[in-house]
């Protein structure tokens, strides 16, 4: 993610652990089976925290509850553990700006341990019912969680599926202290685009919700004539309905996590084209907004080009630029269609192209390799960082060694308010140390072992861990093991603590003093 004017943030939510109360499996719950428009989506479960692999069922597995979250210590109820999401499918009858309409969600599930309750991850909108293989369940909400309780309990190993129907309300957002402010549902003047990182998917659906579990998701949305829907991956089917409105069918192709989910309505046009080895290049753009965001757009192949010359073959089966038709400054890399406001669209070219680089560079480190924890967040906006800067320096913006020497400059600041690259506190996460601070961590590393040595480190990075989450310690054990030496000494105070280390091959480089 990038935000185009002021700092540069992300967002989320402080929230503390909360203890569940035994008592929530006998409370009076919602009951009854929803029938409503279909929009199949699905979200899988990259394992993690409390998430086991399914296995053989114990024959004496007791039932007990799943855990509220998978305890990533930032945001604790984040996911939930017990079962992995095998697929979503999401079902929305939209009908105007900001007016709820009818939705419900499906999840394919599979329990990964003997489970007598559930949570999902689920904020605001007006609950219905909640069935699970198609009988009543109990179902109770606690805060952003949804807990619910099957009639019989779901042995391990099993695969379940959880239908929950619900009014969606499309004014839910959320504002956040650092430079994301607002995220959920964002408004446009005829539709909506989404705005879900970094936890809120829960407001558009009942989700599995952490950035290291994923899930293939089928979406189903129904739009008034004259309107168009657009989601990630692949359009299925547009099908006219007698009473003139009209059913869009996407595919995401492949797991995406909550956080990356993406669905806009609005009068668009579909502009194709076509990068690398053929690879489709769709853009949705408004309207009105065609011929005037056409030259920035133009560009995208060239920076898939640019791209796949230093980190290998682009991850996914399709890309594109989703114009935001929004006054909110915040580019996304939701998958497959990354999101940039009209406004960078319609200004300077250098700033355009640093923004459209960094959202796709984040299609290979962040979303095809997926962080395990929310502190590992440097390595998915630290790396879109380095390369926004690294190729900017070559096409008409600032060197990238002047804008990484006024980083250093202000390392210890940053460390100082916003902790260090890999120890981000949850109001902190979207701060300028995960920009800058953390590019600046890569740049150290490649004065250290040289460009060689470093480009082949990238490559191995997003290689080895395609499609999969990693972390701090796994990021590492790669540099070390590519680079031939320990290099645990010398990433490990640039990561953590609060001072900043010297820059190899800059004795001169010196840190501004803190000021509290």
Do not use: C
């Amino acid at each position: 993610m990038e935000i185009t004017t002021g700092e540069p943030g992300r967002r989320g939510r402080r929230r503390g652990l909360v203890t569940r109360r035994t008592a929530l499996a006998g409370a009076a719950g919602i009951t009854g089976v929803g029938v409503l428009v279909g929009l199949v989506g699905l979200v899988g479960g990259v394992p993690h925290g409390g998430h086991r692999s399914p296995g053989r069922p114990g024959p004496s597995a007791i039932p007990s509850p799943g855990a509220p979250g998978i305890g990533d210590p930032l945001m604790p109820l984040d996911g939930n553990g017990g079962y992995t999401v095998r697929h979503y499918t999401l079902a929305f009858d939209w009908r105007a700006p900001r007016t709820p309409f009818a939705a419900e969600a499906t999840v394919d599930a599979t329990a990964t341990q003997a489970l007598s309750r559930f949570d999902l991850d689920f904020a605001g909108n007006t609950l219905h019912t909640v069935t699970v293989d198609g009988a009543p369940a109990n179902a109770v909400r606690d805060g952003d969680e949804l807990v619910v309780t099957p009639a019989k309990p779901i042995p391990q190993g099993r695969a379940f599926t959880v239908r929950v129907a619900y009014t969606a309300d499309p004014t839910q957002r959320r504002h956040r202290g650092d430079a994301i402010a607002e995220y959920g549902w964002v408004p446009t003047p005829d539709g909506t685009v989404l705005y879900a990182q970094p936890d809120g998917a829960k407001m558009i659906f009942p989700a599995n919700d952490h950035p290291s579990l994923r899930a293939p998701v089928t979406f189903r949305v129904t739009t008034p004539p004259g309107l168009s829907a657009v989601a990630n991956g692949r359009l299925v089917e547009r099908a006219s309905r007698p009473d003139g409105r009209v059913r869009w069918t996407y595919d995401s192709e492949q797991p995406v996590a909550a956080q990356l989910i993406q669905l806009a309505i609005g009068k668009f046009a579909f502009v194709d084209s076509t990068g690398p080895r053929g690879l489709p290049v769709r853009d949705v753009v408004p309207d009105g907004l065609v011929t005037d965001t056409e030259e920035y757009r133009s560009l995208t192949p060239g920076h898939l080009d640019w791209l796949e010359q230093r980190l290998g073959p682009y991850p996914f089966r399709r890309y594109g630029v989703l114009v935001g038709d929004t006054d909110l400054p915040v580019a996304l890399e939701s998958q497959s269609l990354s999101v940039l406001p009209r406004a960078d669209l319609l200004g300077d070219r250098v700033d355009a192209e640093r923004n459209l680089v960094h959202e796709l560079a984040h299609h290979w480190t962040g979303d095809s390799v997926a962080i395990r924890r929310w502190s590992d967040l440097w390595l998915s906006e630290g790396h879109a960082r380095f390369y926004e800067r690294l190729y900017s320096d070559t096409h008409g913006g600032a060197a990238m060694e002047d804008a990484m020497r006024a980083a250093y400059e202000e390392h210890d600041q940053w460390r100082h308010d916003d902790g260090a690259p890999a120890e981000p506190t949850e109001p902190t996460l979207f701060r300028q140390m995960r920009y800058d601070g953390s590019a600046l961590v890569l740049y150290a590393l490649r004065e250290k072992v040289g460009e060689q040595a470093f480009d082949r480190i990238e490559r191995a990075w997003v290689t080895k861990y395609q499609g999969r989450a990693a972390g701090t310690r796994d990021f590492v054990a790669l540099a070390s093991t590519v680079a031939g030496e320990d290099l645990a000494p010398f990433l490990t105070p640039w990561l953590y603590g609060p001072s900043t280390p010297p820059m190899p091959g800059h004795p001169d480089w010196a840190v501004d003093p803190v000021q509290d």
